[in-house]
């Protein structure tokens, strides 16, 4: 085994998204930079789940669409082609191979180093390689840790010998499971029983809660609970898995005992019951934190446990907002304040704002690809009660818009809007209904740029589009 040294200016450890981020705006800062990763360079996002999860609802959701048209309905009324969907979703995850990703690494200029990267003490990594041998960095100013999440997976009997699906199972495998088993209700759980019900599967969700998507307003669970049922899903609520067995090796069925007593069996189980940081190696404890647990930052991403500032710790690792856009926002708040305090420029005045992170607490926007999809951005109108604030609700039937029209004649949907009634601006707005994804960013302006209502009613939607709604809205809350 060999054992090397280097030295570089800043040490990122993890290289999906968020960590290419904060490498490349350090790296443009004139800071030496290296990305440690021990799998493949882009990270979950690419290769198990945003690329891969929305080309396979892509066609689910195109087709749902195309049912609703006269003139398509009849022709989109067979089976999706199950190969050539699996093989869109292949194309779009690379194949399982990098060097897309590093060919781009090298055009910023920005080292690789392959292996499992763990600190042991202030500013320094040493990384484990493939081939065995360690390669010991230090960082003149800063180490980032950028290593996400992994399935959190709840202690059920039984779990170690049934090799359970979770979301990188869901997202890349490469047959139909007969009868595929999702246990939970958030959003991993609703978006892959969409896909693999479409694909043909018979799924069983089973939710301990008592609606999908919890978090979220509650409208939006029943018009998603509605379509999945529509598309044939079973639906189980108040319901979770005590034990678990998997019959007859690897291809056997997985046998399920379930807490009202009941039984059921299924192919493949999915279980979309959370997430935890990937903390548990990556050496916290040589820096005085505890291994496996959530990072804690400032609003420029340093880590607040920390002494000398050198620590940071951005995307899903720190637990502000796990979505891949939010964690590149933050990446790129963080490689550049990495490189203004390393080469000593202000970071509190910065242009735009750019050093520290604001829209990652009531500004977070999120789409669910379902059928319908799901759109919102701000508070719910549970988060806005317990905030305390003055607060009114403004409900309006998407139905009711014209350019639903263009939907179809049965559209179902329903857009709210919070309205802070002291401050009079929006601070938070969901909606539910086929092609609201597209409505999200405008919402998302007029929450984080906190737009007046008196200014935002001069902003005059395109007729007919779905956009309108926003005219509704503002008329439905004017009276």
């Known amino acids: 085994m060999n054992e090397t040294t280097r030295t570089y200016d800043v040490i990122v450890i993890g290289g ?3 960590g290419e981020n904060v490498a490349e705006r350090a790296r443009a800062a004139g800071l030496t930079t290296v990305i440690v990763e021990r799998e493949l360079l882009g990270g979950e996002c690419s290769f198990w789940a945003c690329d891969p999860s929305k080309a396979l609802l892509r066609p689910v959701v195109a087709r749902a669409d195309a049912s609703r048209i006269p003139g398509l309905d009849p022709a989109v009324a067979g089976p999706l082609d199950v190969e050539a969907v699996l093989a869109h979703r292949d194309k779009m995850s690379s194949y399982w191979k990098d060097e897309d990703q590093v060919d781009w690494l090298n055009s910023v200029s920005v080292d690789l180093i392959r292996g499992h990267g763990r600190l042991t003490g202030p500013k320094r990594v040493a990384v484990q390689t493939p081939d065995g041998d360690t390669i010991a960095l230090t960082a003149r100013h800063a180490v980032a840790v950028s290593t996400g999440t992994r399935a959190a997976l ?18 890349s495998a490469d047959k139909v499971p007969g009868r595929l088993a999702v246990v939970g209700g958030g959003v ?12 043909g599967s018979q799924v069983t969700m089973l939710v301990l809660d008592n609606g999908l998507l919890e978090r979220m307003e509650p409208f939006a669970g029943e018009l998603v609970t509605e379509g999945l049922r529509e598309a044939g899903v079973d639906i189980r609520f108040n319901t979770t ?7 007859g090796g690897e291809d056997g069925e997985v046998r399920m005992t379930l807490s009202d007593g009941g039984q059921l069996v299924a192919d493949e189980i999915l279980l979309a ?20 647990d959530w990072l804690t930052v400032d609003d420029t991403f340093r880590v607040t446990d920390v002494d000398g500032g050198w620590l940071y710790a951005v995307g899903d690792v720190n ?8 964690g590149k926002y933050q990446a790129r708040i963080a490689g550049a304040v990495i490189g203004a305090r390393a080469n000593q420029e202000p970071v509190d005045d910065a242009p735009w704002g750019a050093h520290v992170a604001t829209a990652d607490h009531a500004a977070v926007p999120q789409v669910v690809f379902t059928t319908p999809e799901v759109a919102s951005v ?11 604030r003055r607060i009114k609700v403004v409900d309006y039937d998407l139905a009711h818009v014209a350019g639903a029209h263009q939907y179809g004649e049965d559209y179902r949907g329903r857009a709210r809007m919070l309205v802070d009634t002291d401050r009079n601006t929006v601070v938070g707005v969901t909606f539910a209904g086929p092609g609201v994804g597209e409505l999200v960013h405008s919402a998302t302006i007029a929450v984080t740029g906190e737009v007046p209502l008196d200014r935002l009613w001069h902003a005059v939607p395109a007729f007919p589009t779905l956009g309108e709604v926003w005219l509704r809205l ?3 809350y004017r009276g």
């Open 241 to 247: 898995v005590t034990s678990l067995t998997r019959d």
């Open 154 to 171: 709840p202690p059920i009997p039984g779990l170690d010998t049934v090799r359970p699906w979770t979301s990188r199972e869901a997202t």
């Open 378 to 388: 701000g508070l719910t109108s549970r988060e806005a009660e317990r905030s305390g």
């Open 188 to 199: 991993v759980a609703v978006e892959m029983a969409t896909v693999w019900q479409a694909l």
């Open 319 to 326: 637990r502000r907002a796990l979505m891949t856009h939010q």
């Open 16 to 18: 999906g998204p968020v």
């Open 474 to 476: 503002l008329e439905t």
């Open 273 to 292: 019951t959370g997430r935890a940081p990937q903390t548990r190696d990556v050496g916290l404890e040589t820096v005085g934190l505890t291994p496996g």
